[in-house]
Each structure stands twice: as C-alpha cells, then as structure tokens.
C-alpha cells in the first residue's frame, strides 16, 4: 500500500501490452496459416487461434482500471461530463491517426484479408466509431472493438448507479442475465440476433471488471485470500472446454465462452492488484513490461497494417505459407510493430496520458520549445 492506504497497483500495464503482444502473434499467425478457424497449423501453436481472448482481457481490464477510483469513493464518479472527456481525450487521439495510417496503407498498398478496399463510408462509420452499427470494408481488422469499448462508457455510469443501489452482485447479475437472454434467443429471434452484432457478452465482462474493482476498498481479509488459485480454477475448465470442443465450435460460441472466461479474467486481476503470486506480479512489473504497457493501445491499432504488409510483400513470396513462414513473421513483425508503435505512441498516445487538458498540452509543448537560457557567468 502507499502512504494513504491505498493498493499501489502494479502489473496491470504488463498485462496490457502481453495482450498487445498476443494480438500481433494471433495476426501474424493466421497470415502465415490461412483458413481460420481451421488452419492445419502444428497442434502445439492452436493456442495462436484465439486472438479474440486478449480482448476480453482488454474488456476485463477496462471495466477494472476505470472503476478503481469510484470504488475509492464510494462508487461514484466525480462528473459524468469529466469522465467523458477523458475517456474521449484518452483513445481518440491515437485513434483517429491510426485510421488514417490504416487507410492510406489499405488504399495504396493492401487492404486488410477479406476486405474490400475501404470506401468514403468505411471512413465515416470507422471515424465516429460506428463500425459495429453499419458495415462496410474494415480498413484495419483490429478496430472492431473499439467500437464496443466507446460504447460500453455510456453504460459505465449505469453500472455505478446499479452498483450503489442494488450492490455488486444484483449489477453483475441482471448485466449477465441480459447477456445470458440474448445468447438464448438469438438463434431464434431475428430482432434479438442482430443484436450480437454488438458484442453483447463484452457488457458482462466489463462490468465483471468493475466488480473486481471493489478490491481496492475492501478489508484486509479480502487482500489475503489467495486470489490466483481461483483465477486457476476458473480458466482451467474453459481451457478443457475450448481443447475438447475445437476451434470451429469455439469461434461459433464466442458469447458463451467469453461469459465462462470473464471471471478468470477478473479473478487474476483481483490477484495481480493484491501482489499474488509475487513471481507474475514482479514480471509484470519490470521495466520492460511496464514500457510495452505504457504504449499497448497504440501496438493494438497500428499492427494490423504493418503485419499484411510484411506478409504480402515479403513473406507470402519468398517463404508461402507454414511454419518457416510464421517464423520469418515473427522475426519482422515483433521487432517493426512494437518499434512502430512506440514511436506512434511518443506522438500521439503518451503526450495525451502526461496532459490531461489543450492547456497543459501547448503548456508542455511550449516549455520544450523555449530555448534553454544562458548561463550567467559567475562573479569574479
């Protein structure tokens, strides 16, 4: 704990950028093993297939990081309008230079596989992040969700207010229900199935993640119960169930599995905000990982792009398809997408997280620009 008592949270960014890090395996993957969900790839890389996982831990963890403070006070926000803006202030201004670096590279290089060439409306609906709404060509196959995290901030508020109310459990229950509902009619129901198209289940997962928030204001007792066993416990029969049912059923099933992955998800935060087990918790936070965290948002937007490219002009040609191939892909495209991003970040994610307003912005800007006053030379 620091000086006020609080939980120092540590490790959280180190799980953000190994998702980040997954994404662009997952991508680079399936590149070099076309076909998914069935790409006759070695048996021991299928875990490659499920990319879709780190998003609900992207999910998971969002919920969690954005409630730490409510549950700090009472679960409750400090403005709606505040919170806005800085959720606004926060994943806009990579964003929307990462579409316009996807565009240019899906117009005059290689759309992204699958996609037609992005249109003028590819470029509305993706620029107000409506692409979950209406269709059109994707030009950057990472951007989907996106979407659903913008939306899921105008249902965070509500989830507060349920939580003061009717407490955490009620919340998390008629969140899930819903969610539950909407898996069960869809089949069924064609009004009810459009609505998939939304990621339901990342509604559940979210909230899951503001639920384990709680931690930071709860009793020591709850601080030393020995959260990853649970977090073990939980995912070891998702695991099982992905292994037995495969790859095709799975990618099929993506509400009903992502329910059942939530809380493990959430229970690892829970041990990673209390320091168990200390080995992850010091990994996680090493300088290294905390430095692929700082700029992970922006590895998840920008990589797409870059991983077509090294794969179309490079790899595709020289080596086809296979398992050199996914190694000549790894060896280009960790070292270029986590360079890439980086610089990105020091432009257009990082500046954004330091200031927190225009003001202190062109203030940070300015004080860089000044140029550095002359000595005065000492009096003799």
Not at 92 to 107: D, G, K, M, N
């Amino acid at each position: 704990m620091d000086s006020s008592g609080r939980i120092r949270l540590v490790g959280l960014d180190g799980i953000r950028g190994l998702a980040a890090l997954f994404v662009v395996l997952h991508h680079s993957y399936l590149m070099a093993f076309p076909g998914f969900p069935e790409t006759h790839a070695p048996a021991w890389t299928g875990f490659l297939l499920y990319g879709h996982f780190a998003v609900v831990v992207f999910i998971v963890l969002s919920g969690f990081s954005l409630a730490v403070s409510p549950a700090r006070n009472g679960w409750r926000l400090d403005s709606k309008a505040k919170f806005a803006r800085r959720r606004a202030w926060r994943i806009l201004p990579p964003y929307w230079p990462a579409l316009v670096f996807s565009l240019i590279i899906a117009w005059t290089l290689v759309p992204q596989p699958g996609e037609g060439v992005p249109t003028g409306k590819s470029v509305v609906l993706y620029g107000f992040l409506l692409q979950d709404v209406f269709g059109s060509p994707s030009p950057n196959g990472a951007f989907w969700s996106i979407a659903v995290e913008a939306q899921l901030y105008f249902v965070f508020p509500l989830m507060l207010l349920a939580l003061r109310r009717a407490g955490a459990t009620v919340m998390l229950g008629v969140t899930t229900g819903v969610v539950v509902l909407i898996g069960a009619l869809a089949p069924h129901v064609s009004v009810v199935d459009a609505l998939t198209r939304f990621t339901p289940q990342f509604a559940a997962l979210f909230a899951a993640g503001v639920v384990a928030a709680g931690i930071v204001s709860a009793q020591e007792k709850w601080h030393r119960v020995r959260w990853q066993w649970w977090a073990f416990a939980a995912v070891v029969p998702v695991i099982a169930l992905i292994v037995v049912m495969g790859p095709v059923w799975t990618t099929s099933n993506f509400l009903w599995v992502d329910l059942a992955a939530g809380p493990a998800v959430a229970l690892l935060l829970v041990a990673v905000a209390t320091r168990q087990p200390k080995p992850l918790v010091r990994l996680l936070d090493t300088a290294p990982m905390r430095s692929l965290g700082s700029f992970s948002y922006s590895l998840y937007l920008t990589h797409a792009p870059i991983v077509v490219v090294a794969y179309t002009f490079v790899v595709g040609p020289l080596f086809g398809t296979g398992l050199g191939a996914f190694g000549v892909m790894l060896l280009i495209c960790v070292p270029v997408t986590v360079a890439f991003a980086r610089g990105f970040a020091a432009l257009f994610e990082i500046p954004f997280v330091k200031h927190r307003s225009w003001a202190a912005l062109k203030g940070a800007v300015a004080a860089r620009r000044a140029p550095t006053p002359e000595p005065v030379p000492a009096a003799d």
